[in-house]
């Protein structure tokens, strides 16, 4: 999904930003003065706003940079973006001489902290819009799953009863959190329910009025989408889960559950995670031994001197010293000299031609 924005939406988000960047510049100007006119210092003013709203934009940005990557903000920065306006508004009242100069100052910096939270929302906003991706709602789907896997293994496998009681109400308390907030598995959900109302609703309609001769089909629709569907809607759902887990390993299972709904298998998140913690079932195959290899006795050991003279043969007689040393390297990993060559060649050519080489261990002395 990559949708863009049009004049008017951005005509709109731009005034919204110019006003939200003017009230939160009022805000810091007035924390600025009112904690100047209680210390008499610069510097000391300077470093409250910096230290409370401009914390609270700090961790806005940080938030909006990692929604741009398309990964979750980390706990700290959420639960910084709450703290940060309430130690701004504590620091003012309680720099705060009466009770109506704690008001004012402990108000004052909501300004600044509020446009700071604001711009990055928005921001955040835009980019879900415009690239679909909401990373904090896979988040906190991941999350609310992933309990839900372990709530349900505690469930069943944990010796105490009452443990195991209470891990089952757990899970099922997580079961409302799945999905909430993905607007992709909504739609999703959305779009097979509608075609099952409009197929419903032709139905109906269909023997009210008299449903007219349907002209001949052509044949079944032999797309890939509409194939697996059929293939899908023949197979055990516990199949087409695993199915889709090995196709794509790195996928949570609200993800899983989403591209099994636009297959036509209707699943949620929960029950893929169950069958995910489920272990398929393991089977034992005996076979018979296989038969022996055909036993190949071993070949007679080959001297250098011999592969020198092998190598010439099959060279032929006009061959040079230096072309049998690189055939004898080439297939025989051996590395001799034109030297060596030359004499193993002279030596081959003064033995007599009836007389076979001797054997390892049978020289001597007669």
């Not at 903000?73 to 940060?84: D, K």
Request: hydrophobic share 45%.
């Amino acid at each position: 999904m990559n949708r863009t924005l049009n004049a008017w939406q951005y005509t709109v988000l731009g005034v919204a930003a110019v006003l939200m960047v003017a009230v939160g510049a009022f805000g810091g100007w007035g924390t600025y003065s009112n904690v100047q006119a209680q210390f008499h210092r610069g510097a000391t003013a300077a470093g409250v706003v910096a230290a409370g709203e401009g914390l609270a934009l700090v961790l806005a940005l940080t938030m909006l940079c990692l929604t741009m990557l398309g990964q979750s903000s980390p706990a700290v920065v959420r639960i910084g973006l709450w703290i940060a306006p309430v130690g701004a508004c504590a620091t003012g009242v309680t720099i705060a001489e009466t009770t109506g100069e704690a008001i004012v100052y402990g108000l004052t910096p909501m300004a600044m902290s509020g446009a700071a939270e604001g711009l990055g929302l928005i921001a955040r906003r835009v980019t879900i819009y415009r690239t679909g991706v909401d990373a904090e709602a896979q988040r906190r789907n991941a999350a609310a799953v992933q309990q839900i896997a372990y709530q349900r293994a505690v469930a069943q496998h944990h010796p105490d009863e009452e443990v195991r009681e209470a891990a089952l109400r757990e899970s099922w308390a997580l079961a409302k959190k799945v999905g909430r907030g993905d607007a992709q598995l909504g739609a999703d959900l959305v779009e097979v329910q509608r075609a099952r109302i409009r197929n419903g609703a032709d139905d109906a309609l269909g023997g009210m009025y008299g449903r007219p001769a349907s002209p001949k089909a052509d044949g079944p629709d032999r797309s890939a989408q509409a194939v697996l569907r059929r293939k899908f809607a023949e197979m055990d759902p516990v199949d087409a889960v695993r199915i889709a887990r090995d196709a794509h390993p790195d996928m949570p299972p609200a993800e899983l559950a989403s591209l099994l709904v636009l297959h036509g298998v209707p699943v949620d998140p929960v029950q893929v995670a169950l069958v995910l913690g489920e272990q398929p079932d393991e089977y034992e195959v005996h076979r018979p031994d296989a038969a022996d290899a055909l036993q190949v006795s071993a070949l007679q050991p080959l001297t250098v001197e011999a592969a020198v003279v092998q190598a010439a043969s099959v060279l032929g007689p006009d061959a040079k010293a230096r072309e049998i040393a690189e055939h004898v390297a080439r297939h025989r990993r051996l590395v001799v000299t034109e030297n060596y060559v030359r004499t193993a060649l002279s030596r081959a050519a003064k033995k007599p031609q009836g007389e076979a080489p001797a054997k390892p261990m049978e020289g001597g002395y007669a």
